[in-house]
Each structure stands twice: as structure tokens, then as C-alpha cells.
């Protein structure tokens, strides 16, 4: 019997009250996790909240947040500790071609951040906006936040659909994909709840929370999505018709994402379409949707 694996997202929804203000030195597990920490910048406190929530729903390991503003230490010795970033910011510049989060990012995107060693480090971006009185300009900054770390030669993960907001235009869009999660705690605040732990929840599948490499870094046309976990016996009961169905496919044209945990590796088509898991050198399952 072949042995299948399949990646899926989960979503759902629990109720609980955000605490307000930052949180400093927490202890984190090393059981399969990596060192985050959770860094933003905030004019009113709002971006501070979403990143109060992002920590609750993360729990132990995640350190922070820390408002970049108030960082005790350089810049390069706080991002230094740890493997794995998750930065937020407001938008206030709207529009502006630079320098949008009117935040103490400003100051140092492109002075001293331009001095760090970031290269292969996980990053992934959160940010706040107004849909209904910026909707050309949605969550502008969140694209500045995220270009920024990705010229440095960061790992971006964890891109969002545009499915749900209202907004016109934004510049925080790659590809048809939000750049990172986006909350407008303006004119949505009720779902903001949510959408953090759809969120977290993605993280977790893409391998951000581990060491090692994460399952995409890239936003695809369509993400694979596996409703239930039914679908495992589903897919044993079914593992001889797949065998055969892999014979008709090849590897050409699709990339691999190795996951040191489960020793083994997805293989993601160019065009984001379908893909499949290699759990045996000797054989591979295809799954499309």
C-alpha cells in the first residue's frame, strides 16, 4: 500500500479577549520550533493589538511583541535572535512611493536595516488598513514592510487571498495574493479574530514554526485546499488508482520543498495548479485538485 501525505489549511474560530501591550521574555519550546519574534510598529495601538492576538494564537513559541520603536539594543541584535520574524505595520504615508507606515520602520528601512545579515531567514508580514476610505490604497505600507525584508534575502511566507475585503487597489498585492495577513480593525474588526488564526494556522502548514526550509515561500495562482481529514482514508482506500495515476505524470516543471520533519518533500507545479509528495525515492503520488 502506497503511503500518501497531503498538506492542507485549517481554519476556525475560537473566542477569546485580546490582552493589550507588549509582551518581553518569553521562554520558547525547541521541540520542533523555531525561534520567532514578533516585531511592529503602531501610531494608535491598533497594529499592537493584532499583534497581541497573533501571540496569543501562537502561545510559547513566539517571543514579543515588541514595538520596533521601544527595542532596547540594536536593530541587528534583536532580529538576530531569532530564525523566524513575524513584523506588522499600520499605513498612514497612503500613496506614498517609500517610507508608508509613519511608524518607526521608517526611520530604519532604509538606513540601518540595509547593514543586516538576513539572508535565508523566514519572515512573515501582518499589517492594518482602511478598505472603505483608503480602497485605492489599501494596506499600502504591508507592501513596503514585506519588499523590504525580501531584498534582503528573506523567506516570505505566508500569503493571503483577497477574498473577503472590499478594497479597490492595493499596494500589498503579489500576484493575486495579499503579501501577508491584512486587518482593517476600521470597518472588519469583528473578523479580525479569525482571520489571525486562519492565519497561525497557515503558518504551521508551511513549515514556519520549524527549522528548516518552509512548504511554499511564493503565493501560486490556486493553493491546494483539502477540506476534511477524511480525506486520508479517502485517499488510501483509492492508493491503487493513484498508483497508476503517476505514471502518467512527471517531475518536469515543478519544484521541490523539502521538510526535514516528515522526511519528505512536496513538488509544487510551476503554475501552482497541482503538486504531489515524494515519501519513497521509488515512488510519488500526484495529487490536483
Given at each position: 500500500m502506497l503511503v500518501i501525505k497531503v498538506a492542507f489549511f485549517v481554519s476556525g474560530a475560537s473566542a477569546f479577549a485580546p490582552r493589550l501591550g507588549g509582551y518581553r521574555g518569553h521562554s520558547l519550546s525547541q521541540l520542533d520550533a523555531a525561534k520567532v519574534?514578533?516585531?511592529f510598529g503602531t501610531s494608535t495601538g491598533s497594529t499592537g493589538t493584532v499583534a497581541d492576538m497573533i501571540k496569543e494564537e501562537i502561545g510559547d513559541d513566539a517571543d514579543g511583541p515588541f514595538d520596533i520603536e521601544t527595542l532596547e539594543g540594536s536593530v541587528q541584535e534583536n532580529f538576530g535572535k531569532y530564525s523566524a520574524l513575524i513584523v506588522g505595520t499600520p499605513t498612514w504615508n497612503t500613496g506614498a512611493d517609500t517610507e508608508r507606515s509613519?511608524?518607526?520602520w521608517d526611520e530604519i528601512y532604509y538606513s540601518s536595516m540595509q547593514e543586516l545579515n538576513l539572508k535565508g531567514k523566514k519572515v512573515a508580514v501582518f499589517g492594518l488598513g482602511d478598505q472603505e476610505s483608503y480602497s485605492e490604497n489599501f494596506a499600502d505600507a504591508t507592501g513596503e514592510l514585506h519588499d523590504v525584508f525580501q531584498n534582503l534575502g528573506c523567506v516570505m511566507v505566508g500569503y493571503t487571498s483577497q477574498e473577503g475585503y472590499e478594497h479597490d487597489a492595493s499596494k500589498s498585492i503579489r500576484g493575486d495574493k495579499f503579501c501577508g495577513l491584512l486587518c482593517d480593525m476600521v470597518n472588519q474588526e469583528d473578523l479580525s479574530e479569525g482571520r489571525v488564526q486562519n492565519w497561525v494556522a497557515?503558518?504551521?502548514?508551511?513549515?514556519?514554526f520549524e527549522e528548516g526550509n518552509v512548504v511554499a515561500s511564493v503565493p501560486v495562482e490556486k493553493v491546494i485546499?483539502?477540506?476534511?481529514?477524511?480525506?486520508f482514508?479517502?485517499?488510501?482506500?483509492?492508493s491503487e488508482i493513484l498508483d497508476q495515476?503517476?505514471?502518467?505524470?512527471?517531475?518536469?516543471?515543478?519544484?521541490?520543498?523539502?521538510?526535514?520533519?516528515?522526511?519528505?518533500?512536496?513538488?509544487v507545479s510551476s503554475d501552482g495548479k497541482s503538486c504531489y509528495y515524494t515519501v519513497d525515492p521509488a515512488k510519488v503520488t500526484v495529487v490536483s485538485p
Open positions: 519574534g514578533i516585531f509613519g511608524t518607526g497557515q503558518l504551521k502548514n508551511e513549515g514556519f485546499d483539502v477540506a476534511a481529514v477524511s480525506t482514508s479517502i485517499l488510501e482506500e483509492n495515476t503517476i505514471e502518467t505524470h512527471s517531475n518536469n516543471g515543478f519544484k521541490p520543498y523539502h521538510n526535514p520533519q516528515s522526511k519528505s518533500t512536496m513538488w
